[in-house]
Antibody
């Protein structure tokens, strides 16, 4: 049973780069596809992007090319970097195992963008 | 982007009730739709994929139907643990998008 755990700084300054890690246990990260989703406080879910079918990477255009998702197979980790953050990037960030739909989710990590 | 509109946004119900939630897509998405349940403070949990296929371990009181632009999630005999927010998600094209959610309250 694959389990996911997100980690990263809970507070990021405006204009900085947000960096999050998702540690995968119970399976090899190479065997699956992966996604990041976020949820602003009191609001709905927003798909950020994925390491998707055929190993390609897709991103939500709403991020305006600020997002970067990568996989470190040596550490069994997935990462998300989001540059030039603003208060609008304040959210709970989730990583998930992806089969088109998101099969397994981490518990989420809360990120606040504030000076 | 494909827009998903869920209705209602809020639903007041009682234990034992039959509940139906609708998700409408702004364009046809075949059966590329999933449903998730999210309890307060928790991550979403996959209930249904391919519009009507029940995810392993999900109780059979949950069911999904529809194709094209209109989909429904039905919960027969609502249980206390079912009071949560439900989201639909389209998987037809990138960027993947979610509906705005339906909160099922007592």
């Amino acid at each position: 049973q694959v389990q996911l755990q997100e980690s990263g700084p809970g507070l990021v300054k405006p204009s900085d780069t947000l960096s999050l890690t998702c540690t995968v246990s119970g399976g090899s990260i190479s065997d699956y596809y992966w996604a990041w989703i976020r949820q602003p406080p009191g609001r709905g879910l927003e798909w950020i992007g994925c390491v998707c079918n055929m190993g390609s990477t897709k991103y939500n255009p709403s991020l305006k090319s600020r997002g970067f998702i990568s996989v470190d197979t040596s550490k069994n980790e997935l990462s998300l970097k989001l540059s030039s953050v603003t208060a609008a990037d304040t959210a709970v960030y989730y990583c998930a195992r992806d089969q088109g739909y998101q099969v397994t989710w981490g518990q989420g990590t809360r990120v606040t963008v504030s000076s | 982007d494909i827009q998903l509109t869920q209705s209602p946004s809020f639903l007041s119900a009682s234990v034992g009730d039959r509940v139906t939630i609708t998700c409408r897509a702004s364009q046809g998405i075949s059966s590329y739709l999933a449903w998730y349940q999210q309890r307060p403070g928790k991550a979403p949990n996959l209930l249904i994929y391919a519009a009507s296929t029940l995810q392993s371990g999900v109780p059979s009181r949950f069911s999904g139907s529809g194709s094209g632009t209109e989909f429904t999630l039905t919960i027969t005999s609502l249980q206390p643990e079912d009071f949560a927010t439900y989201y639909c998600q389209q998987l037809n094209s990138y960027p993947l998008t979610f509906g705005g959610g339906t909160k099922v309250e007592i």
